[in-house]
């Protein structure tokens, strides 16, 4: 199987010991996508996010795996590198992989598979902006995380340097977001209260110098909430003095500026890009199978992908999480639609172990179980109207419930008594804001 972060939760209920025999993987961690953008700020060097898998296999663990390549029901942790040479040859059932170990970098090697699941995820669309890839940060695994938090420590120690002008510091204490959906407003409300928190304590004569900026081309921000939701978190954000710039086109981003239509340029310190998704390389390579108008796999009602030529499901390749869509359903691409999928694949290849290959599944029924947003200062918004048109929430009430939600998605019994634990060191003693 090749899984990404999303589908791990779900997947995890599949039964191990009926059936897999090779685990390949770059990185032997699953992170919780929901609780990421706090991730992304400063929780680095604890767990909260981050859940160890090394589940016991026929063969063992196979980490670091550039591209894809599993045998007899293999499980694959992996985020294929976009330069890497990778190939699925869905005729002969093979995989080719890359090996990413230190020590034998390069090494090719191929495995045979008897059931595959598909589930890369897919990268940051950029749009082709020029400089965006050079210059801009983003918001997909725990190595970006380390370069934010990395940056934003080294925006305030530059300013705080002698002989740095105040024009400088400005410049240079100029944080800017670009997308205006749920991750890019949560990371922003991290990003605030890390910076209005535990940064004031150490740079408290730079905070007048500090600010923020969200730009967004569409109209509103959050667009898939409801709109006094949305309303509510637009005023919440100018209070605490974060500008939100709606209807703003990025033309280029140069090391030191962003280029705006009808802005010119804007200087920033730290860029970070959270703009929609586009396709992973390797669902890109794939054109024996069918594809909608975002390059997405198709796949039938029980997540199976479809031929090309034929139309038909192939009975032994599966697709999941943000690289595939079922056929004739425009599901969102987010991590509840991925791991509803992975619960439902995970028990339909169980029951396949027990009662045969020829086991007809029923189709898969996406329930939307509502949206949820942080929007910083210990307030959040819980939108579940897709449930009850009046289960609609905001302020501390629902930051109550957006946390003891996803500390229910936490996978291990170990995070979910270390997740709070940390919660209440930050409350008492803040963050931790070294940087390494």
């Not at 890019?184 to 991290?190: D, K, L, N, W």
Request: hydrophobic residues 40%; aromatic residues 8%.
């Amino acid at each position: 199987m090749i899984i990404d972060s999303d589908c791990l939760r779900g997947l995890h209920h599949a039964n191990l010991s009926s059936h897999p025999e090779i685990i390949l993987c770059s990185h032997p961690y699953w992170q919780a996508l929901p609780s990421a953008p706090s991730n992304f700020v400063v929780s680095l060097n604890r767990l909260e996010a981050i859940h160890k898998i090394f589940p016991t296999t026929k063969h063992g663990v196979i980490p670091s795996v550039r591209v894809p390549r599993l045998e007899s029901i293999a499980y694959a942790f992996l985020s294929p590198n976009p330069e890497s040479a990778f190939k699925i040859d869905l005729q002969n059932q093979v995989i080719h992989c890359t090996s990413n170990v230190d020590g034998n970098k390069g090494a090719e090697f191929s495995l045979d598979y008897d059931k595959l699941v598909i589930g890369v995820g897919s990268y940051s669309q950029t749009f082709g902006i020029p400089g965006v890839k050079e210059h801009g940060l983003f918001l997909k695994d725990v190595n970006d995380a380390r370069l934010i938090r990395s940056r934003v420590v080294s925006c305030f120690e530059y300013a705080s340097q002698p002989g740095i002008t105040d024009q400088e510091k400005a410049n240079r204490l100029h944080f800017a977001v670009v997308g205006g959906g749920p991750t890019g407003i949560e990371f922003s409300a991290e990003l605030y209260d890390f910076i209005s928190s535990d940064m004031s304590r150490l740079y408290p004569q730079l905070m007048s110098q500090t600010r923020m900026t969200l730009y967004d081309v569409a109209p509103n921000i959050l667009g898939t909430f409801d709109s006094q939701l949305s309303e509510y978190a637009h005023k919440k954000f100018s209070r605490k003095g974060i500008q939100i710039k709606t209807k703003r086109r990025v033309l280029e981003v140069t090391k030191d500026d962003l280029v705006i239509e009808g802005d010119g340029k804007v200087p920033y310190g730290m860029l970070v890009w959270s703009t929609g998704l586009m396709q992973n390389p390797l669902i890109e390579s794939l054109n024996e199978l069918e594809k909608d108008k975002s390059q997405r796999l198709l796949t039938d009602d029980q997540l199976r992908v479809l031929s090309k030529d034929s139309r038909k499901p192939l009975n032994n390749v599966y697709a999941l999480g943000d690289c595939a869509t079922i056929d004739g359903l425009d599901l969102p691409a987010t991590a509840q639609v991925a791991n509803q999928k992975a619960i439902y694949l995970s028990n339909v290849l169980n029951k396949q172990v027990k009662k045969g290959s020829d086991y007809l599944a029923k189709p898969f029924i996406f329930k939307n179980r509502g949206s949820m947003a942080y929007i910083g200062s210990s307030e959040a918004l819980v939108d579940m109207s897709t449930v009850h048109q009046k289960a609609k929430r905001s302020g501390h009430l629902a930051w109550l419930l957006w946390r003891s939600a996803y500390l229910s998605m936490s996978v291990s019994i170990r995070n979910k008594m270390l997740i709070p634990l940390h919660w209440f060191l930050t409350w008492g003693f803040g963050r931790d804001i070294s940087r390494f």
